[in-house]
């Protein structure tokens, strides 16, 4: 068997860049400081994607937009454009199922590919193909890791960057795996690694001849499991289809929300590009989610199983609301978030008796005002409830999605 | 040649999916400013997907000599005058 690790390189800058190249802007924004960033009037301003020279002025993903100014003065700061990295990802994933109907999805840029006809030269070759395809067909470069296995052929995607393909089977472990720091491994944080690092570990090797026993004492199963891993061995099992387990989205508010009615609304606006998202891969959920977190960061998060499946923007919010009134206890609100899962392809729905009457009407209507979202931008139609306020009609919009592997499982 | 990429009204005949010119998409004139350019020939045509985002790419000739690119973009059905 073989597995292949695919992951866009610098993702939202590429496909931005992209973007900008076919129509016809006169700048390459790979080619100079820059990164893609939210808006900075309110506190989602952080670096989302970044250059090759971006990151030669030591700006990190998740960095404010403010540090990262300092640390770059004329870094340029290109908003995101989820639309065109919702399509970029899809057609990506459409042109790779040409290859292999075993391709799982691992998050809007990286997925795995499984082969069980391939030799290891024949796989090379293959991935220097999709590679150069990529970059020809749809104008961005890609990374490709080949491995046995999901873990080591991630590894393998991440030797170097950009526009390369590697390879990292067992038996090349210890040449091309072992010597890279520990922090490195898939699932190793920058807490593990300080306390990795204070055991004497700091090389993949290094951790690769721990004594296991002693790892599970000190970190438990999660020692186990990077023990494994630095040995590259990998018992996750293959995973194709449905690509996507669940879609959310959450924000960190401008204040602190202390009123029902705000809260509510800011659910709406969260629900809003959920529910569209949620339509765009063309499934429907079953548990709808909410998650809060105060002002001292304490963070609960609640759930409800519906009895039936759907993608509607009302019903979603509506049963929302109902879970967000029964476990608010009152106190300030600093982040609000919002998802869903329990998703199936919508063509596999039943109806249901227990949907309200409104229901089929407010399909209709969601996919009308999706139409019209797409063609005039987000804003073109807004809720009565946002107008003349102060709160943004869509909120979120970052691929916040638990994708499967995104879990400490691969 | 210059790269605009403006959206314009183009006149175009949409070949029925038979015959000859069997799902052929021709286009005829279109309107630059106040002037009205027809299409002689039509040199060529291709795809672009850049990043997923399909145009139909059609390179035209005008007065024998003038080059204009126009594309078509199957998801917001726009026309652009892309270069001139
Ligand atoms: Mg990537």
Redesign the interface.
């Known amino acids: 068997m073989i597995v292949m690790h695919i992951d866009v390189n610098s993702a939202f800058l590429s ?1 931005t860049a ?2 900008e ?6 700048r390459d924004i790979r080619k100079v400081a820059s990164v893609i960033g939210g808006n900075e009037q309110n506190r989602h301003g952080i670096v989302l994607a970044r250059s090759i020279l971006a990151k030669k002025f030591k700006i990190q993903t998740g960095m404010s937009l403010m540090e990262a100014r300092r640390q770059c003065p004329n870094l340029l700061v290109v908003p995101p454009d989820y639309q ?1 990295y919702v ?2 990802s ?3 994933r459409e042109y790779l199922y040409k290859f292999t109907p075993d391709v799982e999805v691992f998050s809007i840029d990286e997925c795995f590919l499984r082969f069980t006809d391939l030799n290891k030269e024949e796989a090379l070759s293959l991935a220097c193909k999709i590679k150069e395809d990529v970059k020809n ?4 470069t890609i990374n490709i890791g080949i491995s046995k296995n999901k873990l080591l052929a991630k590894m393998a995607g991440n030797f170097e960057k950009p526009d390369k393909c590697h390879t990292c089977f067992p038996e090349e472990i210890k040449e091309k795996l072992w010597p890279l720091p520990v922090e490195d491994l898939f699932m190793v944080g920058r807490k593990t690694k300080v306390k990795l690092n204070r055991w004497g570990i700091y090389t993949i090797g290094d951790l690769a001849k721990t004594d296991p026993n002693l790892l599970f004492k000190s970190i438990g199963v999660y020692g186990h499991m990077i023990y494994a891993y630095a040995n590259g061995i990998d018992g996750s099992i293959f995973k194709a289809s449905p690509p996507i387990k669940s879609v959310g989205n959450s924000s960190t508010l401008k204040f602190d929300v202390i009123d029902t009615e705000i809260a509510h609304a800011i659910i709406l606006s969260l629900v809003e590009m959920t529910a569209w998202r949620l339509r765009e891969a063309e499934m429907m959920c079953k548990v709808v989610s909410v998650g809060i977190k105060d002002k001292d960061f304490n963070y609960i998060s609640r759930q409800k199983k519906l009895p039936y499946f759907t993608d509607c923007t009302k019903d979603i919010y509506k049963n929302i609301c109902a879970l967000f009134d029964k476990n608010w206890d009152s106190r300030p609100i600093r982040q609000l978030g919002v998802s869903v899962s329990g998703l199936e392809f919508a063509k596999f729905q039943q109806l249901s008796m227990l949907k309200d009457k409104n229901l089929l009407k407010n399909e209709k209507l969601d996919k009308v005002i999706d139409s019209i979202r797409e ?1 005039y931008g987000d804003t073109a139609v807004i809720r009565g409830i946002f107008a003349n306020s102060e709160l943004s009609p869509i909120l979120g919009g970052y691929p916040d999605d638990e994708y499967p592997g995104m879990s400490s499982i691969l | 040649m210059k ?3 403006e959206p314009i009204k183009v006149m175009v005949i949409f070949h029925p999916n038979k015959g000859l010119e069997s799902g052929k998409i021709e286009p005829v004139k279109f309107r630059l400013e106040d002037q009205v350019v027809r299409i002689q020939k039509i040199q060529k045509i291709y795809e ?6 399909k ?1 139909i790419v059609f390179v035209c000739q005008h007065n024998g000599k003038d080059i204009y690119e126009l594309k078509y973009e199957t ?2 059905k726009t026309w652009y005058l ?2 001139k």
């Not at chain 1, 190249?21 to 006169?26: E, L, N, T």
């Not at chain 1, 067909?137 to 961005?140: A, N, Q, W």
């Not at chain 2, 672009?48 to 985002?53: A, H, L, R």
């Open positions: 496909w992209a973007y190249q076919q129509q016809g802007i006169d065109v399509r970029a899809k057609t990506l067909i749809f104008g961005y063609k | 790269i605009l990429n672009e997907n850049i990043i997923g985002n145009r998801d917001s892309f270069k």
